[in-house]
Structure formats: C-alpha cells, structure tokens
C-alpha cells in the first residue's frame, strides 16, 4: 500500500522535463526498494514460522517421552506389585518344605508353589507377548485345526473354574461336528481364555456363555463369531473409553479386588487384529458384559491327531547322556530337579568354552543349550 502510494505521488509532483526523464528510474528505484524490504520481511516470517514448528514438535515430543516415561514407571509399579504376591507364595512355600515341620501339609505347599508360578508365568506371557506388539515382532502360525475340537478343550479347562463359583457354564453354537480352519489355534485360544478367564473373575453368580456361530465368506473362507458374555457388575461407560488401554484397569476398586497387570484385554484385541479380525465389547453398567470377536479364516483341511502317547516307554539299554549348559546357576539346579525323575545320567557346563570341553571328552545323547551366555552363546 505505501509503496503504491509514493508511485502515485511521484506520477503527479511537478517536474522539470529532466525530472519527468529521471521518473521511470525513480520508480523502479522504489520497486526495488519495496521488494527487497518484502523480501527481507518474508525471511523473517519463515525463520519465525520454522522457530515456532520446531518449537512446537520439541514440545510435542517432550511430552510423548514425559507420557513414555510415565507410562514405562506405571508399568514398574503394577508389575512389581502384581510379582511380589507369588514371590511371597513360593518363598514360604518353599521355607516350609524345606523345614520339613509338617510333612502332611507338603502336597498343600507344593499346589500353592505350583499355583505361583503360573500365575507369574501368565503375567510375563502378557508382558511378552505386548512387548512383542509394540515391536512389531509378533508371528502368527498357519496351520490347520478343528474349532469345534478347540472350544471343546477351552470349554472343558474352563468347566472346574465354574463349579467351584457355583456358576452355570454354557457353550452353543458348535454342534455341527469338525470345522477344520487355517490360523492360529494358539494365540485364538489365548484370545479365548483371557475373555473367560474376565468372565469368571467378574461374576459372581449367574451364567458364563461362549457362543459360537459361522457363516459362509468370500473365497471360501469362513466368517466366525466368538462371543463371551458373562453376568458381572458390568463396565461403567468411563470404564469402557480406557478398556483395552495397557495396565489400565476399569478402576482403583477392580485393581484392588482383582489384581492384574490390565494387558489380557490389550493383548488379546492385537491379536485378533494381527489375524485381521476384531476384538468389541459392549456392556450396560449392573448388567454384565459381553465381549465378540470376528475373524474371516481360510478352511482348512482335516488331520490326523497321533495317538499312542500313553503306551511304555522303551527300554534303554544304558541311562541317557545329558548335557545342560547354562551360565545361571539357579538355570542348572532347575534343570538337575525337572530331570532328576528320568534318571538320566547329567553334565552341566556353566558356558559355551566348557560345554566344548566337554564335547569332546564325551558323547552325549542329548545337549540342553541356553542361547544367551557369556563368551560363546548358545
């Protein structure tokens, strides 16, 4: 505008001829003039515009590792809290068998040391298994399998849980005989046994469902529906916004009732999207909750199962030779305890160097190698 307005100015000033003959170069001077002033003001505004993005992503960043790093300490602590109570189980149970004070109470004991450590067990694999997600290092196995036979064999685990909380277990939809489908019969029964096991944790009266129904799919694949309902105090809708939220829990009661580490739900939802399915919930707070899952699987083909596996073991004619090498002590004694009942003759080597060792001075028939070692790995 200003620059427009001394070319205005310039065009109607009085002159001399001479002055009338300089006046194209005056106005290119001030053309000039304008574009450099433009020029320099149009750096400034994009030197400006790029402080304040950088500025920006700095900020957005350091918040991502501000929630990182809360996240990352919220983990410590439920995980620390929820690994104490079996720790604690099986040092006492351990502090009394080895005191050896009442004998009666050592099958007790040992159900409760046993107890422990699948549940540790069940919550690493949850760790696991969501470190995995994350790190985009989860597989998925292809094979063929018979859902009926799976929700059979998940059913029937699931039976003894219902009885002794005095529920009602029903299982429908899989009366049609063998549907043999292609996937992951593994990971679809974790899937499984994290919504039950929700299931009977939250109810305490009433009736646990798995219902079951498939349907024809494009390309001869299968379209199937698991759905698990139970009878529980339902979800509240608050509850439900952070449900398959990593170690959330649907509030401070539950995590204090119930314990967890609040990734069953986590897990088990990225699962069935690494299977290209959907894992949903829907629930009416005080009226229980029902949670379906949707997979489209390939048919599969029939196989044989191998049966026999309860006929003698043959006779050996000299006691096996066993080489377990392992840099970690408490790894050796476990070891020497889980093969102490075969009777095998056992070597243990603490590394790579002294398994070789021992390699050759000796033949064994059987080596139990730790992969990560000092040295020489596994």
Sequence with gaps: GPYLAALAALTVLPASQAARDHLPLMILAVLLFGLGVFSSWSRTHRAQKAESAALLQAQTRLEQAEAAMADRAAMAAIVSHELRTPVSAILAGAHVIRHGDRPDQTPETADLIIDAGRLMTSMLNDLLD????EARGM??????????????????FWRPQAEGKGLSFRVSGMDDGPLWLRGDPFRLRQILN?????????????????????????????????????????????AMERLFTPFAQGSSEV????????L????SRELARLMGGELTAVS?????????LDLVLASGEPV??????????PAMARRMRVLAVDDHEINRRTLSLVL????????????GHEALKRLADQAFDVVLMDVNMPGIDG
Excluded: C, W
């Design 130 to 133: 969501h470190s995995k997600i």
């Design 139 to 156: 597989s998925l196995e292809e094979r063929d399998f018979d859902l009926t036979a799976l929700v059979a064999d998940t059913a029937r």
């Design 194 to 238: 994290n919504l039950l096991s929700n299931a009977f944790k939250f109810t305490a009266q009433g009736v646990v469902a798995l219902e079951a129904a498939m349907e024809p799919a494009p390309g001869g694949r299968r379209r199937i529906r698991l759905v698990v309902r139970d009878q529980g105090a339902g979800i509240s809708a608050e």
């Design 255 to 262: 995590a204090r009732t119930y314990g967890g580490t609040g």
């Design 264 to 267: 069953g739900l986590t897990v």
């Design 284 to 292: 009416d707070h005080g009226a229980g909750a029902a949670f379906t």
């Design 304 to 313: 044989e199962t191998a049966e026999g596996y309860d006929a003698p073991a």
């Design 340 to 351: 102490q009942p075969l009777d095998v003759d056992l070597a243990l080597a603490v590394d």
